[in-house]
């Protein structure tokens, strides 16, 4: 890509996301002028803009940069989306167990989605592997934090921790069994 060709596309990415403000801050006036309170909500909404203008701009600008750039807007965008879910469920004690879902999963994600739109297969695999690993850290912890220790009421009770240990300890016995085996 030339000097023109980038300069267009970062000039298309600041038009694009000043329309957007635009009519985003207009969509608020109107709502205060009518009195349309959206309370605790709108807050999460103002983390996305910075996180979408990160992941535009990194992808119009390209190699090297958009490389690196391009995971933290995914992390952004992504803390907005748990924060939108915290506060409409109001279930901030998801922390414990959600970061994992801000890194390695959407910085995996955003490594897969500059990858595959750039052609970069390696990108991808790498992309790929974090974003799993993130998941599988997120669902051993929701399920650690919400079941065994019962963060948000959700528990197994007085089993809870009983349950997790024979939980543990299946997971090792099949792997060990699985590893001799190789």
Known sequence: ?????????????????????????ALFFVGQAVGFDLGGFEWPFFVIIPGLAVSGIALAVGDPTGEQITPVGAA???????LLYQTTADHFESWAYAWALVFPTSVGLGRMIYGSLKGKKEMVVAGGRSALIGLALFVVG????????????FGLGRFGWSSGLVIVGIVLLVGGLLYRKN
């Open 1 to 25: 890509m030339n000097d023109q060709s980038n300069n267009q596309a970062v000039s298309g990415v600041f038009i694009g996301l000043g329309v957007l403000l635009i009519v985003l801050g």
């Open 76 to 82: 952004v965008t992504m803390i907005r989306v748990i």
């Open 142 to 153: 929701a399920v650690f934090f919400e079941l065994v220790v019962g963060i948000s009421g």
